[in-house]
């Protein structure tokens, strides 16, 4: 009876061992399908194919499976804060390389999700746009291990902090065009060793801090046009010793001063059009050996100082168009003449106020030794003021004058007014003006709508610093009628062209007829004949002049 007893108890405790076991299965088989659920749900959730159009974010893929997109281009609909979940369903898509969020009107951004872009560990580039990030702070974009290029134009950016972009090894390019930013502060680029282009145009930069970009030793190009800059010094590209391109167009540089750019040696391509350069130094450009292409048109250029070019002597590409240049003397371009002789050369010269003398001479010679045929042409529509009582000038009267003065002032009714109220002319002349400028043009005399003010019959004239000049193309005057005044027979006599035959040739070799006190008639032939020796050792017997 006891042995019964006991295998009985002993069958009851197995029974209920087992039925613990059974039980304790069933419950961590439940917890496991319960933690599959919940992943398979996560997973589930893919940015790319949300059904949903009241979520903040929606994208459209290249690829709408789960990790297989490459390419996503968001449009940010609603506000989305920092710790919206939606933020977190990015990782569905966990090799994407392409990134791009633009927030439509209805949305709002004003932040960097920095947390999400380190999440997608492929990532290559990133845009935000149209987003209102008045500020970019500290590390919005660092430890970003794969990226190459990022874009953030457009966003309404005023200030860059400290280190809002640090640490990202592969970064090739940063775009930060057309925001709001006002100055660039020091150690806001750093440690970013492949950075090569830097975008910064159509912003509100007027200070560009000392050092400001002395981490970015790599960098090839700068591009900071469209901008409020008004002094430049060599401390503000200290750093930028491998910089190729460098691009300050349309903003308010006033003069140029002793070695601005002396921090940049591999530069090769300076622009500076638009702007309003009154003064270059005669050393701005020293330590420019490598810079082959100067832009400078569009400033407001009275003069050049006679050797500022001589620290860039490879330059074979200059822009001086539309300043208001009165001469340009041969000392001005002899350190770059032979290069202008290249096919590949360009130099522009129209739209300034050239006055015609002896100090033009060396064009004729550029004329003659270049082998860009754009070039040459381009010297050939080159116009200067010849003063009307010259000796090469035709003869004029003063019903000429005033009946070529109203045409021009009908055809340029605003120009003539502007000039002359500028000038300070009297009330009496500046009715007069009025007067002319208010007829309508069609109604004037059929002689002036017939005639042209800058034909063979009837030479275009014009009024310059209170002297009445006519307009000439300058290749239709004489070589040795050119006047050559007293002040400038000096430079004349030390500008013999080098050329690629005769690089050694004496400066100023017949350079003492200058000075002798023969009749102005021996002068016009001495100068003649100067010229044509430093015409660029070409064959005498091109140079017919007639």
Known sequence: MKHTSIMSNDILLRVCLFALLIVSSLAATSRSRGKKKVAKETKEINICDIEGRQAPVYCYCDNNGLRNATDANCLVLNRIKVDDPMWSYFISQIYLTKLALTVRASGTLDYIPTDVLRQLKNLKIVAFQYAKIEELGERSFTNLSSITDINLSR????????????????????????????????????????????????????????????????????????????????????????????????????????????????????????NSIEYISEKALDGMRNLKKLRLSENKLVSLEPDFLSGAPGIYFLDLRDNNLKTMTFNNIKPIVTNLYNITSYFYLDGNKLICDCNLAWIWGLRNETKNTKLKDALEELTCFLESNNTAAPKINNDDLERNQEHEIARNPDTYLADNLKNGNNEDEEGYLGDIANESYDNLDEEYEDSELDSNSQPKMQILDGKVCYVKHLFDLKLEDLPCPETTREDLMASEQPSSRHENAPVGSSGSIWFSSSTQTHHRVDRFVLASSFLIVFPFSTLIFT
């Open 155 to 274: 966003n309404m950016i005023v200030v860059l902090k400290k280190y809002a972009f640090e640490n990202i090894k592969e970064l090739n390019v940063v775009n930060l065009d057309d925001n709001r930013i006002a100055e660039i502060n020091r150690d806001v680029f750093v440690n970013l060793p492949n950075l090569r282009t830097l975008y910064l145009n159509n912003n509100n930069i007027s200070i560009v801090h000392d050092k400001a970009f002395k981490h970015l030793i790599y960098l090839q190009e700068l591009q900071m046009s469209g901008n409020q800059i008004t002094v430049i010094t060599r401390e503000s590209f200290h750093g930028l010793r491998n910089l190729k391109r460098l691009d300050l167009r349309n903003n308010f540089i006033s003069m140029i001063g002793d070695r601005s750019f002396v921090e940049m040696p591999e530069l090769m391509e300076l622009e500076l059009d638009q």
